[in-house]
């Protein structure tokens, strides 16, 4: 039987998770993939993180967005979207960052 290394690996796989111009500009959406959520963001090109901030797992979807950071909504905890960075208030944190393509059929995440 062949197996290949990405099964073994635990590959990710592009899945389609919203029509295309769904997100405006300057908007973030979350999904539900695979059992985890995510926040995808349309801000100069797409992004997505972890949709929970690290403090008290509440969701930073609706945060507004300034420059490549998103602001958690709940307790202003700021994170830069394109590198999953914690920027304030604890070193080394950072939320799971996962690739976006824009395609002519929809919005995709590689997961």
């Known amino acids: 039987m062949y197996i290949s290394i990405k099964h073994i690996r635990g590959a990710m796989a592009w899945k389609r998770v919203a029509a295309k111009g769904s997100i405006k500009s300057g908007k973030s959406s979350d999904f539900r993939v695979n059992g985890k959520r995510i926040t995808v963001i349309n801000n100069g090109g797409w992004y997505a993180v972890d949709a929970m901030c690290v403090h008290q797992e ?54």
């Open 58 to 111: 509440k969701p930073i979807t609706a945060g507004k967005i300034e420059g490549d950071v998103i602001e958690c909504p709940h307790h202003f905890w700021h994170y830069n979207y394109k590198t999953g960075e914690l920027l304030d208030y604890l070193k080394d944190i950072k939320l799971e960052t996962f690739k976006v393509e824009e395609r002519d059929d929809g919005i995709y995440l590689d997961v």
